[in-house]
């Protein structure tokens, strides 16, 4: 870009020498010309100005929400609205009150991420998803299936097997079931963490890691006891 900008300033210079000799005046009027020409070339050129937009727009795009942003609310939102179900079988069903205050634990911590959930996803301008679980059928949730990102969710004949349960059984049934189903929602966390961008819903997702890890290792505390 130097040799191209000084090359035509060599060349106007040698044109004013001429025209200098010819009128003193001329000459005078031609140097302030070139003098401003010169001065507002270099600021003018094509490198300084591209640069700073383009690198503007890279740290603009980091940021923007993609395709795995919504896929990770859209899949984790009924994955939390089924662990919220999970948590409300609990009372009635087991005496054991470090179960008792687990699951209200979760359906406190997981009601607010859903709603967090839904208005990221109203942001990005995508449909509000629904909490309704009777709207996944036909879904294969299987961690095998097509729905590979939603693993660790309870099939039907799961969540009827548990609510018919109770005591000691209903107790190793739930820690057990739970388990897999934090386990799966950490996968999906991480998986956002990898492939999306928006802040937003990466920090959602580190929350998620950290509060479901450390109940995943309090329910296999639980589950051990005799």
Not at 41 to 66: H, K, L, R
Not at 202 to 223: H, N, V
Request: net charge negative; aromatic share 2%; hydrophobic share 40%.
């Amino acid at each position: 870009m130097k040799i191209r900008t000084v090359m035509p300033v060599l060349a106007l210079s040698s044109a004013l020498v001429l025209a200098g000799c010819s009128d003193d005046g001329s000459m005078a009027d031609h140097d302030m010309g070139s003098g401003t020409g010169s001065s507002s070339s270099p600021s003018s050129g094509a490198s300084p100005s591209t640069a700073a937009p383009d690198e503007t727009g890279e740290e603009d795009a980091d940021g923007q929400p993609n395709e795995a942003d919504a896929m990770f609310l859209q899949m984790m939102h009924p994955h939390h609205a089924q662990a919220t179900e999970m948590a409300q079988l609990v009372p009635g069903r087991t005496d054991n009150q470090a179960v008792l205050d687990l699951a209200a634990a979760i359906e406190q911590e997981q009601g607010p991420e859903m709603e967090q959930m839904a208005a990221l996803l109203e942001s990005y301008g995508e449909p509000a998803p629904s909490a309704d679980m009777d709207a996944m059928e036909g879904m294969d949730h299987s961690s095998s299936g097509g729905m590979s990102g939603m693993s660790g969710m309870m099939t039907e004949e799961d969540m009827a097997s548990l609510e018919a349960a109770s005591g000691r059984e209903f107790d190793q049934m739930w820690l057990s079931m739970m388990i897999e189903h934090h386990t799966g929602a950490v996968e999906m966390a991480r998986t956002e963490l990898e492939d999306g961008s928006d802040p937003q819903a990466q920090q959602l997702a580190t929350d998620i890691i950290e509060a479901q890890e450390a109940e995943i290792a309090t329910m296999e505390e639980l589950i051990s006891q005799p």
